[in-house]
């Protein structure tokens, strides 16, 4: 069978991630990048493909079967619905976008037209997280009671200085930067978020953004969630360090970084530990311990491999543009909130 060819617009690290995976996933080809500036030719050359300083040039000369959006969120939603319209599936990297409006504008015109919109969350396609999702809908855990969930991390000083100092302003936080991952990943694991109440800080490096965020949800199911996000905290308790899905980051295979509990049981999440109550659930009882090995895999592989399927319309999205967009509501729920000090309704 015949590869399928996407082409990549954007030259972030994301960006290069996304090519990288195409190059390494069977069932797809990288066939050009889109990007005014130098380093897009640069980037083109190295992996020997065609370079295209604009979308439209790209689609008018030689139109993809896919196209991987990962610029900035301004030109995502301009470059979205003109890949929609040309009716070529679009895999939009994240933020999706710097509005709601504009990401509902997006989806709404892919599912109007019938094209595929999918968002970037590529974590839901970790081998963690499809076994997560497996424990929690056996029902082993019983009803869902509670999810404690951190993103601690430190970021090192320079990465501040990258691209200009945008991360140093409002908008290059942990919240619109880190979060919607993490947000995501509750979403798929718990449910619906219908409010949520969030502080912030900027005490450690005094930038115009949030460092450190602190967050509770409630979930449509009835549960609860604490949630603490810091990209200051010399902590090792963030996915990236414990999944050990991406080997730039040093891992901690004996860390966890959501745990989440039920009537008759727990699972913490990466390193798969279970605690369930066999007989009476009772805290002067003693638990049954286990823990589920399974292989690790590429994530952004995986991602790859699924959106040519759904290219070939032999899947439906794992995470679609409206999963990105409810997402998207959360995380801007919580700067809301963090900016009101008020407990915002989704």
């Known amino acids: ?18 090519a990288e995976a195409l190059l390494a996933a069977p069932s797809t080809e990288l066939t050009a990048i889109v990007d005014p500036g130098p380093a897009g030719a640069e980037i083109a050359q190295q992996y020997r493909v065609q370079h295209y300083a604009l ?34 599936p679009v895999l939009v990297e994240l933020p999706m976008a710097d509005s709601v409006e504009g990401a509902t504008a997006l989806v709404e015109a892919g599912e109007g037209l019938g094209i595929p919109v999918l968002a970037g969350h590529y974590r839901q396609y970790s081998q963690i997280m499809n076994n997560a999702r497996k424990i929690i809908r056996s029902g082993r855990l019983g009803s869902l009671v509670a999810v404690v969930g951190t993103s601690l991390r430190r970021k090192p000083d ?8 945008w991360r140093r302003e409002p908008g290059g936080g ?14 798929s694991l718990i449910g619906n978020i219908i409010f949520v109440h969030a502080v912030t800080s900027n005490a450690t490096r005094r930038f115009p953004v949030e460092d450190t965020a602190a967050m509770t949800f409630r979930f449509a199911n ?14 090792p308790r963030s996915w990236e360090q414990t999944a050990q899905e991406d080997k730039s980051y040093a891992g901690y ?23 369930i109550y066999k007989e009476k659930p009772s805290w002067t009882e003693p638990f049954a311990e286990s823990t ?55």
């Open 253 to 275: 295979p004996e860390e966890d970084c959501y745990h989440i509990t039920g009537t008759r049981g727990s699972l913490s999440i990466p390193t798969m530990r279970q605690r």
């Open 55 to 88: 979308l439209g040039e790209l689609l008018e000369l030689d139109a993809p079967d896919g196209v991987i959006l990962a610029t900035s969120n301004r030109s995502t939603i301009t470059d979205g619905l003109i890949c929609v319209q040309a009716g070529i």
């Open 292 to 346: 589920e090995d399974f292989d690790r895999s590429d994530p952004l592989v995986n991602q790859i491999e699924h959106f040519a399927a759904v290219i070939r319309g032999r899947a439906e999205p794992l995470v679609s543009g409206r999963d990105g967009l409810n997402t998207l509501r959360v995380v801007h729920a919580v700067c809301e909130s963090a900016r009101t000090g008020a407990i915002v309704s989704l």
């Open 222 to 235: 009835g549960a609860l969630g604490t949630f603490v996000l810091s990209d200051v905290a010399a902590s």
């Open 1 to 18: 069978m015949s590869t399928v060819r996407v082409a990549v617009v954007g030259v972030s690290a994301i960006a290069r991630r996304q």
């Open 174 to 187: 942990p919240i619109l930067i880190d979060l919607a991952h993490d947000v995501n990943n509750l979403l």
């Open 158 to 165: 320079e990465y501040f200085d990258l691209d200009g100092d």
